[in-house]
């Protein structure tokens, strides 16, 4: 098993692991999730992030836990920010 450079979308994770095995498409699932289908599509796509109540859909579908899904999207967007921000000019605070 080798380890990922860059952490993926969880939509990704979503696709890659759970709808394609099962052979299910964005709208199955949103309708199972009793979502708007476009909510699935744009996650798949990595257009949008798992919000808590979408991670909280996710777990119970998918037999996971909402903090799986939470922390992927964390995972993921702080990889992306750590290539955006420069934080490279602020002075680290010492206590006394």
């Known amino acids: 098993m080798s380890l990922l ?9 979503l696709k890659e692991l759970y ?13 199972r999730l009793g ?4 909510r699935i599509e744009r996650l798949v796509k990595g ?7 979408t991670a909280l859909r996710l777990a119970r579908a998918c ?3 909402p ?15 750590s290539k955006v921000v420069d934080v490279s000019g ?6 006394a």
Do not use: C
Request: hydrophobic share 40%.
């Open 5 to 13: 450079k860059e952490p993926m979308h969880p939509g990704e994770v």
């Open 19 to 31: 709808l394609d095995p099962l052979d299910m498409g964005a709208i199955a699932f949103a309708r």
């Open 35 to 38: 979502v708007p289908r476009t």
């Open 47 to 53: 257009v949008t992030s798992v919000t808590p109540d």
């Open 63 to 65: 037999n996971t836990t």
């Open 67 to 81: 903090a799986y899904w939470m922390n992927l999207q964390t995972n993921y967007d702080m990889s992306i920010a």
């Open 90 to 95: 602020i002075e680290p605070l010492f206590a």
